[in-house]
């Protein structure tokens, strides 16, 4: 597979958007729209690594918007987008990733399907391939007076959005020989794609869709996504053994978790919950107990395929909430690690995890020691249809 370096430019400083802060490290909906862009880079299958490129001057407003996310230090960009661009091309180039994927930071909504569509159409003899949307209104030509003066065929008519991914080495040299031209040349060269169009780069528009805008002013900081949540329950008995597994931990005990994969009640309740959010049934449908593949098989893999399909439909999970029910083992020695285990299998903070434990008072099946039962509830914002 080639490798793909995912390179956010976050150097604008959006004079239109009128906040206190640039836009990019503005807040939105509880998180700073350069974050929010990160996390889908982060979530998407083929992106290796995240470069970010920043203003001077920016370095604190970026270690802000991005703690704890394992980045690299920032690249200081330049005084336009396309110095910006090219500073990260040239910081890049020592790794020099197959591919790389420019994206504008303030370009928060971008679906991780959209950037898999893109790097898909990367095939033989193809050097780049750009996300964008038909232009679907009558286009007017209006004279110096203000008058119509004719109406314009849309038809092959797009709105070009990002991420552009192109082969690395051959956008490179483009913008290397783009950065030679006088000013009034490199005007028109308003994005990579003109950048690439230039050096006679074979380019291919990508379909995404219109919730993929960028943020321009305040207005645009009306959130597109909305907040789902779903529940989760599942139990198992206990059988002979000497150990459970409980949120991806081992936890010993007198007896093991009766199941056909690896019996983690904790993992299926919550991977349920999130099947749940965007209707993609439960947990039997997409790993069947008859099929003898999942015998034994770790549960981190059914949670890891329902974060990764909230993911492809464009959402993140906001919210992870656990109940077990048990008489023992006795959860409380073991809770952290259970946060820390299922915060690293679904690709999110540990303040963003909880467990919690409870007993039936020596009721029902739990209270006679016969299994446990976990109670999961997750909740996602995904984009509105």
Request: aromatic content about 4%.
């Amino acid at each position: 597979m080639p490798t793909c370096t995912a390179l956010i430019v976050a150097g604008g400083r959006g004079s239109r958007f009128g906040g206190p802060l640039p836009k990019q490290y503005a807040t939105l909906a509880g998180q700073p729209v350069l974050r929010r862009t990160l996390e889908v880079f982060q979530a998407t299958p083929g992106i290796d690594h995240v470069q970010v490129v920043i203003a001077p001057g920016d370095e604190g407003h970026y270690r802000a918007a991005v703690g704890g996310m394992g980045l690299p230090p920032p690249v200081v960009g330049g005084a336009s987008r396309q110095q910006s661009v090219l500073n990260g091309l040239e910081a890049l180039a020592a790794q020099a990733p197959d591919l790389v994927a420019i994206h504008d930071a303030a370009r928060p909504y971008v679906r991780v399907s959209d950037i898999i569509g893109c790097l898909e159409a990367l095939r033989p003899g193809i050097d780049g391939a750009v996300l964008g949307v038909p232009v679907a209104d009558t286009l007017k030509k209006v004279d110096d007076a203000g008058l119509l003066a004719g109406t314009v065929s849309r038809n092959g008519l797009w709105r070009a959005q990002t991420p552009q991914i192109f082969r690395f080495a051959e956008l490179l040299a483009a913008h290397r020989a783009a950065a030679s031209l006088a000013r009034h040349e490199t005007s028109a060269l308003t994005d990579d794609a003109a950048v690439a169009e230039r050096a006679g780069l074979r380019v291919v528009m990508v379909e995404g869709h219109d919730d993929n805008r960028k943020i321009t002013t305040t207005d645009d900081m009306v959130s597109t996504m909305e907040t789902r949540t779903a529940f989760g329950f599942d139990v198992h008995g206990f059988a002979a053994g000497n150990h459970v597994m409980l949120g991806g931990i081992t936890i010993p005990h007198s007896q093991a978790l009766a199941g056909h994969s690896d019996a983690d009640v904790a993992l299926h309740a919550l991977t349920d919950a999130l099947l749940g959010t965007i209707g993609a049934g439960d947990i039997g449908k997409h790993f069947p107990p008859s099929d003898p593949q999942w015998r034994g098989v770790s549960s981190d893999r059914f949670l890891r395929h329902a974060v990764d399909l909230l993911a492809t439909a464009g959402g993140r999970i906001v919210h992870l909430d656990l109940t077990l029910v048990c008489e023992a083992p006795r959860i409380g020695p073991h809770r952290d690690a259970m946060v820390e285990s299922i915060a690293r299998i679904a690709g999110i903070d540990r303040d963003r995890v909880s467990v919690k434990a409870t007993t039936t008072e020596g009721l029902g099946f739990t209270g006679r020691r016969e299994g446990i039962a976990a109670q999961a509830v997750a909740t996602v914002e995904v984009p509105r249809r």
